[in-house]
Structure formats: C-alpha cells, structure tokens
C-alpha cells in the first residue's frame, strides 16, 4: 500500500463537496467565459471539477442549473430600494441594482429567457416588487406588466451595450455612402456610466407611463 501522500492542489475530479449554490456559480462562471451556446452539464462539472454525474444529486437539469445561477445572480439584487418612499425612485433603483447584477454576462443573460423561473429567490424578488407597487396602489396585471417591462429594458441595455461594435460592418460603411451614419457611430457612449443612466432613463420613463 502506498504511503506517499496527495499533492495538494485542486480536489481530485468526483471528490470534492458540491451544493446547489456552488453549481449556481460554476453556470455563471461558464455561461461569462463561454457564452450561452456552449453551456452543458459537463462544461459545468469541469469548471468545478467533479464528474457531471455528481450534479445530478443537487440539480437535475441544465434548465434546473440555469435556475441556480438565476438565484445567484438575483440574491445580488437590492431589495432594499424598496424601502423607498417615493414609488418612482424605488422603480428606478431596481432597475439599477438588476443591472448591476445581470450586467457581468453579458450577452449570455439571454439565456435565461429560455428556461421557466423555478428559483425561490428569483421569485422572491418579483414579490418583493409587486408588493412595494402596490402600496403604491398599482396592483395585477398591469403591476406584473411595468416589472417585466423594466426586466426587458435592463436586458436590452445589457445586449446593447456588449453587441454594439459588431452589428455595424465598418467596411461597409466606410465603402459605401453612409456619411451620417459613420459620423453618428463613433459618438455613442456605451461605457458603464452611460448605460446605467439610461437604464434609469428608461425605468422613470415605464412607471411614469401606469
């Protein structure tokens, strides 16, 4: 028997101690790096390092995996904005702080558009904002409507700012006659600050109109 001991380093593949968290975490991770295309319960496992059959006893899905970095994504929400008194600031708030929590993946975050919401802290925070709505005396469906309406608009913004620089072929605005539209590209601010504002923008602009 040998009695040479274990490197140390990271845990060999199928010994290490995993939770649903974790797995939450690894999606996110992987959906940042690799995007939404590549996404798999192995590309999950390996970037834990632990076999994809170790997942199965914590989630038993990719969707159900997708939910978990949902839930990691969204505990980063600040539920406090709703302490707000003004209702309208508290909309905008939100927006803002669903930005900043969403906004690291990018492009990927399309992906949760493909997965029904099952996690109790998603959930949570679309509670939370229909309760504030209504002691603001907007209730339903038309309550439900403004906080999907802002959810879009955030994520949106978000495909905006990360898709910008590839939706226009330079070449073929610079060979062709486009002269405004050359002129115009190069001015957009697309940098963090400049989108924020206009996430608010756009928030204020959505409850104004209920």
Not at 69 to 82: G, K, M, N, P, Y
Not at 191 to 201: P, T
Request: proline share 3%.
């Amino acid at each position: 028997m040998s009695t040479s001991a274990r490197r140390p380093g990271r845990p060999q593949r199928g010994t290490r101690t995993i939770d649903r968290e974790m797995i939450g975490e690894a999606t996110v991770r992987v959906l940042s790096t690799l995007g939404a295309g590549e996404l798999s319960m192995s590309k999950i496992a390996a970037e834990l390092g632990v076999r994809s059959q170790s997942l199965y006893h914590h989630v038993s899905t990719l969707s159900d995996a997708v939910n978990a970095a949902r839930s990691v994504l969204c505990a980063a929400v600040d539920l406090r904005v709703f302490e707000t008194d003004d209702w309208h600031e508290s909309v905008v708030r939100f927006a803002d702080t669903y930005y900043l929590a969403f906004s690291p993946l990018r492009q990927a975050s399309s992906v949760f558009f493909l997965h029904r919401i099952t996690d109790p802290t998603t959930l949570r925070v679309y509670e939370s904002f229909l309760a504030r709505a209504e002691r603001a005396g907007l209730t339903g469906a038309p309550a439900l409507q403004l906080l999907l309406d802002v959810e879009h608009s955030v994520f949106s913004l978000i495909f905006e700012q990360t898709s910008w620089s590839t939706l226009f072929s330079s070449e073929a605005i610079e060979q062709g006659d486009f002269p405004r539209l050359e002129a115009s590209l190069p001015q957009r601010d697309l940098g963090s600050d400049a989108i924020r504002a206009r996430v608010r923008k756009v928030a204020l602009s959505l409850v104004r109109g209920v």
